[in-house]
T-cell receptor, first 113, second 114 residues
Framework: DVKVTQSSRYLVKRTGEKVFLECVQDMDHENMFWYRQDPGLGLRLIYFSYDVKMKEKGDIPEGYSVSREKKERFSLILESASTNQTSMYLC????????????FGPGTRLTVT | GNSVTQMEGPVTLSEEAFLTINCTYTATGYPSLFWYVQYPGEGLQLLLKATKADDKGSNKGFEATYRKETTSFHLEKGSVQVSDSAVYFCALSDAGSGTYKYIFGTGTRLKVLA
């Protein structure tokens, strides 16, 4: 079974802190994704990566950056956390190809105070 | 651009009732279509998928048929259970611009009462 794990289920940070969210997948997937999920807005893509050291902006990249140094690991970085970044963050991975589904991690609920 | 529209919830049903959650899409290419389910406190799990027109995806009693003529992928189940209470997301994947992106609907919350 594919497993996608995220470093924390719950995280509380203060405004202005640098925050790292880590995601690891164990199925050698080429693609990895970071979304945020907010009530009424569904899932919004922040960044995705289709290869090591490659990244592309999604729909809402402002205030975020990412790092993919190894194929299995994709990190989301909030350079200076703000209260409007309080959200559920979901990581996903997939094989390359339009017919392949994504596999999701359990999510990290981040609260910025 | 590509988009997915699904019916707003919440949908509240009694146990053993018939379920339909509507989903329509717009896409320029030949997308694959998916239904995901999210149980409370968890990430999304794939429920079923269809990769070409007229394909029917099915799993755990749920079904959806890829209808190109109506650009729809409605989710159905003949008899829901309390354990089906969750949020359901319709999604498509497309290979526009050479990279694979997934577009999600906003989700439909289903509540099944005993």
């Amino acid at each position: 079974d594919v497993k996608v794990t995220q470093s924390s289920r719950y995280l509380v940070k203060r405004t202005g802190e640098k925050v790292f969210l880590e995601c690891v997948q164990d199925m050698d997937h080429e693609n990895m994704f970071w979304y945020r999920q907010d009530p009424g807005l569904g899932l919004r893509l922040i960044y995705f990566s289709y290869d090591v050291k490659m990244k592309e902006k999604g729909d809402i990249p402002e205030g975020y950056s990412v790092s993919r140094e190894k194929k299995e690991r994709f990190s989301l970085i909030l350079e200076s956390a703000s209260t409007n970044q309080t959200s559920m963050y979901l990581c996903a991975s997939s094989r390359s190809g339009v017919s392949y589904e994504q596999y999701f991690g359990p999510g990290t609920r981040l609260t910025v105070t | 651009g590509n988009s997915v529209t699904q019916m707003e919830g919440p949908v509240t049903l009694s146990e053993e009732a018939f379920l339909t959650i509507n989903c329509t899409y717009t896409a320029t290419g030949y997308p694959s279509l998916f239904w995901y389910v999210q149980y409370p406190g968890e990430g999304l799990q794939l429920l079923l998928k269809a990769t070409k027109a007229d394909d029917k995806g099915s799993n755990k009693g749920f079904e959806a048929t890829y209808r190109k003529e109506t650009t729809s992928f409605h989710l159905e189940k003949g008899s829901v259970q309390v354990s089906d209470s969750a949020v359901y997301f319709c999604a498509l994947s497309d290979a526009g611009s050479g990279t694979y992106k997934y577009i999600f609907g906003t989700g439909t919350r289903l509540k099944v009462l005993a």
